[in-house]
């Protein structure tokens, strides 16, 4: 089955530097790779997703890159704030079939620092 | 959009009784509800995929006898502990897919349960 690697565990960044957090798969067929913000005591929020044919895609101080080839994909905060503290999970999809079951990091720790 | 919402958000019960918990979507149909289970400071772990009108699938390891899910609409999957014990105490987060978008997951606000 598919195996997500999610690094780094935490990070601390200054208020207005940049968090770059990145992940790893295993499956090649996975085509779907989303990002979810948790904050604490609450569900998951999607904050941005990426398909496989899409190489990156940005949404005002987020973007998501794509490497396929190596089978990487990483989560990039612009300009952070203290609200952008919370964890962060990536996930891959291997769609078809009916099968839609994602499967998640292990999560990354984002504090900003004021 | 895409609003899920669970119920109830916190539960204490005490050990052999059975806590029912609702996923509701708000605001589209979902053909698929995925119930997950998360313990502190750990990702999120699939229990169970629910399909509206037939019956779950369960990850290994899971008990579909503990963890009964009912997915009777295309808008409600319930999921009840059975038996409840401490060790099933846990944060349950459910999660629904847009039929209109195969792709995208929306989570509920999860439902923290405490077993006495």
């Known amino acids: 089955g598919e195996n997500v690697e999610q690094h780094p565990s935490t990070l601390s960044v200054q208020e207005g530097d940049s968090a770059v957090i990145k992940c790893t798969y295993s499956?090649?067929?996975?085509?779907?790779f989303p990002w979810y913000k948790q904050e604490l005591g609450k569900g998951p929020q999607l904050i941005i997703d990426?398909?496989?044919?899409?190489g990156e895609k940005k949404d005002q101080r987020i973007a998501v890159t794509l490497n396929k080839t190596a089978k990487h994909f990483s989560l990039h905060i612009t300009e952070t704030q203290p609200e952008d503290s919370a964890v962060y999970f990536c996930a891959a999809q291997t769609g078809g079939a009916g099968s839609y079951q994602l499967t998640f990091g292990k999560g990354t720790k984002l504090s900003v620092i004021p | 959009g895409a609003v899920v919402s669970q119920h109830p958000s916190r539960v204490i019960c005490k050990s052999g009784t059975s806590v029912k918990i609702e996923c509701r979507s708000l605001?589209?149909?979902?053909?698929?509800m995925f119930w997950y289970r998360q313990f502190p400071k750990k990702s999120l772990m699939l229990m169970a995929t629910s399909n509206e009108g037939s019956k779950a699938t369960y990850e290994q390891g899971v008990e579909k006898d503990k963890f009964l899910i009912n997915h009777a609409s295309l808008t409600l999957s319930t999921l009840t502990v059975t038996s409840a014990h401490p060790e099933d105490s846990s944060f349950y987060i459910c999660?629904?897919?847009?039929?209109?978008?195969?792709?995208?997951?929306?989570f509920g606000p999860g439902t923290r349960l405490t077993v006495l």
């Open positions: 499956d090649s067929a996975s085509n779907y």
């Open positions: 999660s629904a897919r847009d039929f209109r978008n195969t792709d995208t997951q929306y």
């Open positions: 990426i398909r496989s044919n899409v």
């Open positions: 605001d589209f149909q979902a053909t698929t």
